[in-house]
């Protein structure tokens, strides 16, 4: 089965500090993975990707995300947060069996603190 | 550029009533589908399409019902509302033409089942 797991509900960090939300996951091959935001009552937005290549990946708004293969790893990273960052992030991995389906993670809130 | 609209955005209904969400895109893109979020569960397929004529399930497809008869529109429909359908729905839609396309998602329909 393939999947994607966020291990923190809520990420707290002061405006101006790096930040880190965490994903993992379990997928056979090569994993396809996403990252979303959502802000309050939008849809998703898609922030960056990793398909093949460097695992250093760059986003939308600053967002960085570093894939880790031997951890089976894709943490989103921004190096100095922003009030406006609070929102609810999501993490997501295609089935590589089925490319019509993918599976989100639960989601993490990040608050930014001034 | 509208992207992705979906209709109503607020709806309340009674046990056993039915109802179609809209959902409608203006870019042209073969693939669309349908998620429930609910707390901690993060984001699950429920149905999604790859072009007119053409449905398939997702992770959570009972109780629900999709048809895909132009490539703009995707409704959802709820024959015999349940309380466990109380959620939050979105829409999104992506080009099957290029493999790694994100997703680009409605502002979501917030449905209470009494």
């Known amino acids: 089965a393939q999947s994607v797991a966020q291990p923190e509900d809520q990420v707290n960090v002061a405006e101006g500090n790096p930040l880190t939300v965490k994903c993992t996951y379990s997928?056979?091959?090569?994993?396809?993975l996403f990252w979303y935001v959502q802000y309050p009552n939008r849809g998703l937005q898609f922030l960056l990707k990793y398909i093949t290549g460097d695992n250093l990946v760059k986003g939308s708004y600053g967002f960085e995300a570093e894939f880790n293969k031997s951890q089976t790893s894709f943490h989103l990273k921004k190096p100095s947060a922003l009030v406006s960052d609070s929102a609810l992030y999501f993490c997501a991995v295609r089935d590589m069996s089925n490319f019509n389906k993918f599976y989100f993670g639960s989601g993490t809130k990040l608050n930014v603190k001034p | 550029n509208a992207g992705v609209t979906q209709t109503p955005k607020f709806q309340v209904l009674k046990t056993g009533q039915s109802m179609t969400l809209q959902c409608a895109q203006d870019?042209?893109?073969?693939?669309m589908s349908w998620y429930r979020q609910d707390p901690g569960m993060g984001l699950r397929l429920i149905h999604y399409?790859?072009?007119?004529?053409?449905?398939d399930q997702g992770e959570v497809p009972n109780g629900y019902n999709v048809s895909r008869s132009t490539t703009e529109d995707f409704p959802l429909r709820l024959l015999s509302a349940a309380p466990s359908q109380t959620s939050v729905y979105f829409c999104?839609?992506?080009?099957?033409?290029?493999?790694?396309?994100?997703?680009?998602f409605g502002d979501g329909t917030r449905l209470s089942i009494l």
């Open positions: 997928v056979s091959g090569n994993p396809y």
């Open positions: 999104a839609s992506r080009s099957s033409l290029i493999v790694d396309q994100p997703q680009h």
């Open positions: 399409s790859v072009g007119a004529g053409i449905t």
């Open positions: 870019m042209n893109h073969e693939y």
